[in-house]
T-cell receptor
Framework: NAGVTQTPKFRVLKTGQSMTLLCAQDMNHEYMYWYRQDPGMGLRLIHY???????AKGEVPDGYNVSRLKKQNFLLGLESAAPSQTSVYFC??????????????FGPGTRLTVL | GDSVTQMEGPVTLSEEAFLTINCTYTATGYPSLFWYVQYPGEGLQLLLK?????DKGSNKGFEATYRKETTSFHLEKGSVQVSDSAVYFCALSSFYNFNKFYFGSGTKLNVKP
């Protein structure tokens, strides 16, 4: 099992450009999450999904959109990138069975720089 | 709302020293508690967890006990190694809305030989 994978690993954008980050998981998990990690601020939840075709806003959703057309994939889009979106982005997944006892499984991260 | 507070770092220790990283939480109901570790350039990995009061989670020499009376889940290790240098995150899974995870801000540990 590959677990949670993220594409790309690194990206540099210019202000105003758009891009999509792809997260894929092969564990058949229902829940998927996108976080950003900034120095001194821990992890902040951007958007999450509780199942195929559903998405919800997290703590810092502005400037991002997401889609979950297939259960195994969760896409994060930046329509018009801004320097404030320079960050490391992590995707995570979690199974439904077992409820709150289950941990989240994390991908390796995408380092995004917006110039 | 639910939240997690952990001690600020960085924490610098010599090899074989005793480690404690404090974590306290605020939550309604009976959340599950987790410690994650992040090595440089990598994603977060689960280190240990506890799902009910008085449970002790343990892994790789690390331990943490779920203390409901003090709303704490402090991470301890008796003898740290250089390879333990990483950022450690305390987290909780909300009891009433287990879609949600709440992370502390992370504590960086530096272990010197």
């Amino acid at each position: 099992n590959a677990g949670v994978t993220q594409t790309p690993k690194f990206r540099v954008l210019k202000t105003g450009q758009s891009m999509t980050l792809l997260c894929a998981q092969d564990m058949n998990h229902e829940y998927m999450y996108w976080y950003r990690q900034d120095p001194g601020m821990g992890l902040r939840l951007i958007h999450y999904s509780v199942g195929e075709g559903t998405t919800a806003k997290g703590e810092v959703p502005d400037g991002y959109n997401v889609s979950r057309l297939k259960k195994q994939n969760f896409l994060l889009g930046l329509e018009s990138a801004a320097p404030s979106q320079t960050s490391v982005y992590f995707c995570a997944s979690r199974p439904l069975a077992g409820g709150g006892d289950n941990e989240q499984f994390f991908g390796p991260g995408t380092r995004l720089t917006v110039l | 709302g639910d939240s997690v507070t952990q001690m600020e770092g960085p924490v610098t220790l010599s090899e074989e020293a005793f480690l404690t990283i404090n974590c306290t939480y605020t939550a309604t109901g009976y959340p599950s508690l987790f410690w994650y570790v992040q090595y440089p350039g990598e994603g977060l990995q689960l280190l240990l967890k506890a799902t009910k009061a008085d449970d002790k989670g343990s892994n790789k020499g690390f331990e943490a006990t779920y203390r409901k009376e003090t709303t704490s889940f402090h991470l301890e290790k008796g003898s740290v190694q250089v390879s333990d240098s990483a950022v450690y995150f305390c987290a909780l899974s909300s009891f009433y809305n287990f879609n949600k995870f709440y992370f502390g801000s992370g504590t960086k540990l530096n272990v010197k030989p």
